[in-house]
């Protein structure tokens, strides 16, 4: 920056990292126009997530304050809502602007006013600067909560588009390779993902699925994978590297993730795992669930099917399975949209912009 000096931007995310939020890291790295300084209460997978200004953020108030003063901190951006609240009655201390992020869980679809948390989101939302959403669906949402839509700005989170290369697939009905790439979690599906497989397996006996990731589900998903009989076709894989990710991408021929809504509200914004499927050029088979329909256009880039409905699921990817020309299509569709919509350093730009606005404004 031709020694400009580069105001200060406190990224506060209270446990730095977890393995699913690589949006989160690209997004970090990927601001120029500012210095950001990560604050967290723990530290995790440091070697997966490097990065230079990693600092302690302590539980008191008057402390963080003090911290943020000392090191003229101009803008708090808090990752998820539980950040926001926390960070609130800094904000006011300093009298500097604060953006928060909200990605799924920390916006319940249920509202209970004798949780602590939710009735401190309503002061959130009168004290907070600005507000961002990566679905529509997620802004509705939000809306409902009680904060005013003009602080609220959506912000699809991006993917590095040269990590996730583009790559034509065979032309073939045979040996079929289905992959699904998420948390264990409830709200993923995967339990109606693998008795659709079960259905798909009696008619493509050669197809295979493989998952990735890991969880609190996966000790139910390995007994539900042998009771159906499937231990040979259904591969876990587990957490693996980054780098591998983009390997078994484009070793497979179907991304499916068929998410849902837990009975606690829980649910998606828009799965970054859908979105590097598409740039690898995957058709995609997944559910009509939270931003999803925002990113994946039924017919077009891939079939979305209700949610827990494991007939329309499994239908669907045999619909794949047969129609080679069809899954070729569709994946070309799919990265040209993730290309235009989804590019994490022009999404970061407009973050940038937001960061700009907020501190001329003071």
Known sequence: MGGTILKKIAFVRLRYLPPSET?????????KRFKAIVYTHRKINIKRFPFPRIKHLPSRTSKIARKFRRKKIRLIHARFGNAGVKLMSVKKRLHIPMVTSFHGFDLPSKRNSRKPYHRKLRVLFKVGNKFTVPSRQMKRQLIRWGCPARKIKIMYSGINLQKFSYKRRENKTNHISLISVGRLHRKKGLNYLIKAFKKVHDQHPSSRLVIVGDGDQRRMLKRLIASLKLKKSVKLKGLIAHGQLTELLHRADIFCLPSITTKDGNHEGIPN??????????????????????????????????????????????????????????????????????????????????????????
Do not use: C, W
């Not at 949006?23 to 601001?31: A, W």
């Not at 009509?288 to 409905?309: A, C, M, Q, S, Y």
């Not at 239908?315 to 899954?327: C, F, T, V, Y």
């Open 23 to 31: 949006f989160i890291y690209e997004e970090l790295k990927n601001i």
């Open 273 to 362: 795992s859908i979105k590097e499927a598409m740039a690898t050029g995957l058709p995609v088979v997944s559910t009509k669930h939270g931003g999803i329909p925002e990113l994946v256009t039924n017919g077009r880039d891939g079939l979305l099917v209700p949610e827990r409905n494991v007939k329309s699921l499994a239908n669907k990817i045999k619909q794949l399975i047969k129609n080679p020309a069809l899954r070729l299509q569709m994946g070309i569709n799919g990265r040209e949209r993730v290309v235009r919509h989804f590019n994490s350093a022009k999404q970061v730009r407009k973050l940038e912009g937001i960061y700009q606005k907020l501190i001329k404004k003071g």
